[in-house]
């Protein structure tokens, strides 16, 4: 199993650019979420999905959309970048076996700079 | 707003020697669970402790739960110079909240070999 694989690893936008963070997971898990990293800041939860079709708004949703159309894609799409997106994301994917009492599954990060 | 909070922020200590670190949060919980953090790369998993659980062992790791503090520990014993790493604690909710998870700003551990 590849586990949670995020793509770009690296990416550079100008502000007012848009573009897609891809998320993909290979282990059927219902749960997925995208989370930004700032220094002093920890993770913080930006949109999270339960399930195809069904999404949510976390801690810090705003600047930002997502869709789950299938169970392994969690996109998640920056509509017009700003300086303050510049950030570590985070995707993050959970076993369906019970909310409550199971791990995160993390990518490695796309490292986002917006000039 | 933060629900877990780390003490120390970084942590500097030799091969051998035990590292413990601290994380506080504010409300109920229904378990908190503990991750590391290479440089450069996703958060790994280490350790989940539910709310009716006073005390986790993993390996060379320890965990402790104070619900009535609020409060948890990570000890690490007989570091190594691998440790070298940033661990977050993370807090878990239950209801509806789908266990959505909360971090906190995360302690650096450096192990000097």
């Known amino acids: 199993n590849a586990g949670v694989t995020q793509t770009p690893k690296f990416q550079v936008l100008k502000t007012g650019q848009s573009m897609t963070l891809q998320c993909a997971q290979d282990m059927n898990h219902e749960y997925m979420s995208w989370y930004r990293q700032d220094p002093g800041m920890g993770l913080r939860l930006i949109h999270y999905?339960?399930?195809?079709?069904?999404?949510d708004q976390g801690e810090v949703p705003n600047g930002y959309n997502v869709s789950r159309s299938t169970t392994e894609d969690f996109p998640l799409r920056l509509l017009s970048a700003a300086p303050s997106q510049t950030s570590v994301y985070f995707c993050?994917?959970?076993?369906?076996?019970?909310?409550?009492?199971?791990?995160?599954?993390f990518g490695n990060g796309t490292r986002l700079t917006v000039t | 707003s933060q629900q877990g909070e780390e003490d120390p922020q970084a942590l500097s200590i030799q091969e051998g020697e035990n590292a413990t670190m601290n994380c506080s949060y504010k409300?109920?919980?229904?378990?908190l669970q503990w991750y590391r953090q290479n440089s450069g790369r996703g958060l790994v998993h280490l350790i989940l402790?539910?709310?009716?659980?006073r005390e986790k062992h993993s390996g060379r790791l320890r965990v402790t739960l104070d619900t009535s503090k609020k409060s948890s520990s990570l000890l690490i014993t007989a570091s190594r110079a691998a440790d070298t790493a940033s661990y977050f604690c993370a807090t878990g909710l239950g209801g509806t909240s789908y266990g959505k998870l909360t971090f906190g700003q995360g302690t650096i551990l450096t192990v000097h070999p």
């Open positions: 402790i539910r709310s009716n659980e």
């Open positions: 409300t109920s919980i229904n378990n």
């Open positions: 993050a994917s959970r076993d369906p076996g019970s909310y409550y009492n199971s791990p995160l599954h």
């Open positions: 999905s339960v399930g195809a079709g069904i999404t």
